[in-house]
C-alpha cells in the first residue's frame, strides 16, 4: 500500500492511497475460499462448489465486499500512519477500481485542530448560595397539603358542590352502541379540576349518594381511538360516594403521609429540594459566566465538517425558511458549542479526568431513586438506549471538568435569598439574552463535540 499527502490546507488533508491489484487479488481468494464452504447451489455437493462457479455467479458483489473491507482496514491504517488526529468521518473519492486494477482512492480528511489553553487563574465567576427563607417553606408545605387533600363522608342527603370528590360507576355510549374503554368502575373526581372530560365534572355538581346521572361528554381529539375522537358521548353514572374536603393538618401524622419521619423532617426535604432547584438554574448562570470566559481568552481553528454536522443538529426540527433566516445566527451558535468542547475535552485529558462505568451506574441509580415507582421504566431506558448512557457519561465527564475549572478560578460565592435568586434567573431568561444562554445550555444537552473526540 502507497500513502502520499497529496496537499495541505488548514486542517483539511488529502491523502492518496494506492492498494496493489495483487494484494487485491489474495483477498478475493481468500473470501471465494470462505464461501465455498458456505454456498449451496443446485447441482453441487454443499461445499464442493468451484470458486470459478462462484466467482462467475457472484462476482460482481463479492469484488464489492471486499474492495469495501478494504477501503475500511486501508483508510485507518492511513490515518494511524500519518498520525492524523480526525474530526468526523473521512470522505473517499474512488479514482480507480476494478478487477485486475490496482485501487486507487483520495481521503478527505478533516482533523482536529491543535488546542493551546491558557491559565485559567485570572478567570473570575459567581458561586451562588441561596438561603430559603421558613416563609417559603411554609407556602410549599401548604401548596403540599392542597395537593394532597383528606377527604372525608358528607352526610347521604348533602348535594355535591365544587370542591367535593365523588365516586361514581359508569357506562358510556355512542349513538347507543358501546365501545373499547366505555366502562368504569369506582372513579374519583375532585370537582372542578376538570380532569377527566371537559364539562363533565360541572354535571357531576348538585348529585347525591346513590343517584343515577346521565352526563353527556365530548370524547377528546386525542382519543387512542381516532374513529372515536370528538364523539358525542352519553354516560349513564351510578353515584357511590360524595365526599368534602377536611382542613388539613400539617402535623407529624401529616409528615408520614408524605413520607417523612415527622414535620421537622418534612421541611427539612422541602427545604433540599427548593434549595437544589434554586442550585440547577443558578449553576447554569455561573457555567455560562465561566464558558463566556474561556470562549473569549482563546482562539481555535474549527473543522468545517464538524461546523456543518453541529448546524444540522440545531436546525433539524426547523423549516426551510426558519433555517435561512436563522443562518447566520445557528453557525455562530455552532461555532461556540464546538469551540468550548474542544476547549473543555483538551482541559479534560490534560488533567487525565476520566469518567468509570461505575460512576455511570451510580449515576443512573441515583436517577432510579429519584424516581419513585417509575424504577423499571428508568432501568429499562438506559439498558436498551446505550447511546443515552454514553450521553450521560458525556454529562459527567464534563461535569467533572467544570468542578475541576471552578477549583482553578477566583470564585466567589454570595449568599442570596429566594427573591433575588428569582430576580437574577428573571434577568438570565429574558428574551434578549435567550440565544447566548442557549449556546450553553444547548452544549450542555448535546454533547455532540465532547462525544465524537474525548477518549473517556
Known sequence: ?????????????????????????TKMDERLKELQKEVSLKGFRPGKVPSEVIKSQFGKSIYGEVVDKILRETSTKAIHEKKLKVAGQPKIDLKQFGEGKDLNYELQIDCLPSVTLKSFDKFKATNFKVKIEDKVIDEKLKEIANQNKQFEDKNEKEKAIKGDQVTFDYLATIDGNKFEGSDGKGIKLELGKDLFLKGFDEQLIGVKKNDAKIIYATLPANHPNKDLAQKKSKFECKILKIKKP??????????????????????????????SQYSQALNSITKKEILDQIEKNHQVDLPQNLIDQEISIITQNLKTQDKEKHKSSNEKLAKSRIKLGLLLNEYGEKNNLKVTDDEVKNEIQKQIKGMPGQEKMVLEYYQKNPSASQSLKGSLYEEKIMELIKS????????????????????????NVNKEKSKTSSYAKNKSISKKISKK
Open 408 to 431: 482553578k478560578i477566583n470564585l466567589i460565592s454570595k449568599e442570596i435569598n429566594t427573591k433575588e435568586a428569582e430576580k437574577i434567573i428573571a434577568e438570565f431568561n429574558k428574551p
Open 1 to 25: 500500500m502507497k500513502i502520499e499527502v497529496k496537499s495541505k490546507k488548514g486542517l483539511r488533508t488529502i491523502l492518496s492511497v494506492i492498494v496493489d491489484k495483487k494484494n487485491i487479488k
Open 246 to 275: 377536611k382542613e388539613s393538618q400539617i402535623n407529624d401524622e401529616f409528615a408520614k403521609i408524605m413520607g417523612a419521619k415527622d414535620i421537622k423532617d418534612l421541611k427539612s426535604l422541602i427545604e433540599k429540594q427548593i434549595s
